[in-house]
């Protein structure tokens, strides 16, 4: 079963996505599922953020084929997309902003 996951604390999940509102939960997807598309903030009101979900990313092999990147910051935004594009496989595509 694949899944699109929305890691957001605060926002509405959207149509067609799974919500994760912590860093547990959305590890939880990733290991569990197959994620087909993964969107994420990076602030969630606690002591983990997008940025630790992208960390994990890099450090496991349990890739999504694409990833959105909506957080306002535009700073944390970056700073997640240069991560994760330095290291993404080839079959996996990173955006730098949100889904259109």
Known sequence: MSLN??????????????AARN????????EEFEVNVLSLDHDLGENKTGYDVAQWLV?????PNEVFLHSSSLASR?????????HAPGHVTVHPGPIS
Request: hydrophobic fraction near 45%; proline fraction near 6%.
């Open 5 to 18: 996951v929305f890691l957001d604390d605060a926002r509405p999940c959207p149509a067609g996505f799974t």
């Open 59 to 63: 450090n496991h092999t349990r890739w």
């Open 23 to 30: 860093f547990a939960e959305c590890i939880l997807l990733l």
């Open 78 to 86: 970056d700073k997640m997309y240069q991560l994760l594009v330095r």
